[in-house]
């Protein structure tokens, strides 16, 4: 899948299907399945943030290396602006995990995150403007250009959270 898109003054941009119901359905399959390869990020490689704490939830990597099945299957051949998709986080948040305001540290074009479960919660970017609020709705994306955006995970309030990070160009 090509996807064309010109972020907003503030790098920001929304994608209204990054993934269809059935890539939704098989990413919640290869979750339930891959449980035991979720990491702990306040302790493995944990995000800091910019008031010094760290973010408290769980993820993985996908990747062709990886897992090449579910690659394959739902994220082979995606990109944006021609740039290709190079790798996915999978992040689980439990009911009151949550991370603050944080700027991303790796060197993505491009970084859009969709929900893969049903939940209340949210992302929210922080702009010049205000807060811009994106509402869990799977499939949909919500993505930045660079990792200039700081943005964040309020405390969960659904029983779990899981989002992917989908990567473009690093």
Not at 59 to 68: C, K, Q, W
Not at 119 to 142: A, H, M, Q, R
Request: proline share 4%.
């Amino acid at each position: 899948m090509v996807i064309d898109i010109t972020p907003d003054s503030e790098g920001l941009f929304e994608i209204s299907e990054l993934l269809s119901h059935d890539q939704v359905s098989l990413m919640r399959d290869f979750i339930d399945a891959n449980m035991i390869c979720l990491l702990d990020r306040s302790k493995f490689k944990p995000n800091t943030c910019l008031d010094g704490s760290v973010g408290n939830y769980r993820s993985m990597v996908i990747s062709r290396e990886t897992h090449p099945d579910i690659w394959f299957t739902v994220f082979e051949d995606m990109s944006i602006n021609d740039i290709p998709l190079t790798s996915v986080m999978l992040n689980y948040y439990n009911k009151g995990d949550h991370i603050s305001s944080h700027r991303d540290k790796q060197n993505n074009i491009y970084t859009v995150s969709t929900a893969v479960t049903d939940s209340s919660d949210c992302l929210v970017f922080e702009t010049s403007t205000g807060d811009v609020i994106c509402k869990d709705n799977p499939g949909v994306g919500y993505g930045f250009y660079g990792n200039r955006p700081v943005h964040r995970v309020p405390v969960v309030t659904s029983d779990s959270r899981v989002t992917l990070l989908l990567m473009y160009g690093n």
